[in-house]
């Protein structure tokens, strides 16, 4: 047992505890303990050394013990888990005062912490300097928005904090993914007669204010965030798109000499299912999150040797259990494009058509619009800006 490498009792619902020797198992890389009845973690827990996967995850039909919530061991004994890279606390009915042993997890790439009664989280999330993948949806009492640390990368949460997750992106450079949840439009049934929410609609109108090159760098071989998304529970796109398609890929013939110096990128939006178990087997991804990747090129119809396809992807993503309908919009800057291609491409304008598509997936309904310079007053005017400012970055 010794050279145990990985443990799995989850569904042992009549399992209350683990062994007080548990920390003997000191091989072990990955423990699953979810739908357990275990409360309480032995302190032997963090003698644990090569741990890199904890879930204790507790589904919505297991039954708290009597005014209790999951005990973690004092921070200390979380301090020999220094190879822990996914931690999964969702559903074990945690509150503020419960997640002091997080800030010993140097590692830790993946939190969970869905399902929780949080009504602020502290500072210690943003001292987990590895963490790139924090998911804090269905918090039903989380008021605001914790602070995050530099390293997050995508960030799933409750739609009633979109507004302030998007006012702080700036704030996180390499945050590229912001995915939002709504258990109770998840149960709603599917109507054709939804035209939008007016919440979305303010959500991308200010992204859509701001200045993109404080959104995005333009540097490829940067760390930071060259693309940027935002997966929304709804059932429409707003209608101000522009160019709008219900086919399974959308395909835009291009303006006359549209490229010019003041254009940004190209603004994307769908309307599709998503969804647990929705994950194509093939693609290599976490089973925990439904993700699929938005593909945008840019296309000569002249058929021109020397003129390759541009194109470039963004992935999407959610954290719902639930397979129903969201928007999926993704801002593609058109130097990301140029420099995937690796080749000068000339004049851009011989670029005469625009195709946007997304593996594995139903489209209900497609939306492009093209990004300006001066879009950014039109949108501001219309919606207000959510107050960017310029990233700083470091010089190297």
């Known amino acids: 047992m010794r050279k145990l490498k990985i443990l799995t009792v989850k569904g042992c619902s009549r399992l209350a505890h683990f062994p007080e020797n548990l920390g003997d198992l000191n091989q072990l890389e990955e423990l699953y303990a979810g739908n357990t009845a275990i409360w309480q973690l032995p302190d032997s ?27 973690l061991p004092p921070f200390l004994e979380f301090h020999g888990l220094r190879e822990l890279k996914s931690l999964d606390l969702s559903g074990c009915n945690l509150s503020d005062n419960q997640t002091a042993a997080l800030m010993n997890l140097p590692s830790l790439l993946e939190l969970n912490l869905s399902r929780n009664k949080f009504i602020s989280l502290p500072d210690i999330i943003s001292r987990l300097s590895q963490l790139r993948y924090l998911n804090i949806t269905q918090c039903q009492e989380l008021k605001e928005l914790p ?37 109770s ?43 940027c998304s935002i997966v929304f529970p709804e ?32 603004a994307i939006c769908c309307a599709t299912l998503m969804g647990a178990g929705v994950l194509n087997p093939d693609s290599g991804l976490s089973k925990k999150y439904d993700y699929a ?29 639930t397979y129903g309908l969201c928007v999926c919009f993704v801002y593609i800057p058109l130097y990301a494009s140029l420099q995937v291609s690796g080749t000068d491409v000339g004049n851009i304008n011989q670029y005469s058509l625009f195709e946007a598509s997304i593996h594995w997936r139903i489209v209900r309904q497609w939306g492009v619009h093209m990004i300006y310079e001066d879009e950014s007053t039109f949108f501001a005017e219309k919606y207000g800006s959510v107050g960017f400012t310029p990233l700083k970055l470091k010089r190297g």
């Open 45 to 71: 827990l963090g003698n644990l050394s090569k741990l890199k996967v904890l879930s204790l995850r507790r589904g919505r039909k297991v039954k708290y013990q009597a005014g209790g919530s999951l005990m």
């Open 147 to 183: 602070k995050l640390p530099q390293s997050i990368e995508e960030l799933y949460a409750e739609d009633f904090l979109a507004k302030q997750s998007i006012a702080k992106l700036q704030m996180y450079p390499r945050l590229n993914l912001v995915s939002f949840t709504n258990y």
């Open 185 to 227: 439009f998840d149960q709603q049934p599917y109507t054709k007669e939804s035209n939008g929410s007016s919440v979305l609609d303010e959500i991308l109108g200010s992204f859509l204010s701001l200045n993109m090159d404080n959104v995005v760098q333009s540097s490829l071989n940067s760390n930071y965030r060259v693309t």
């Open 235 to 266: 059932c429409a796109i707003p209608t101000w798109f522009r160019h709008q398609s219900v086919k399974e890929k959308m395909l835009l013939e291009l303006p006359i000499n549209w490229y010019n110096d003041k254009f940004k990128g190209f």
């Open 293 to 321: 990747f938005v593909k945008a090129k840019l296309i000569c119809k002249d058929d021109l040797e020397d003129l390759k396809v541009l194109e470039k992807e963004c992935k999407v993503g959610t954290a719902s259990r």
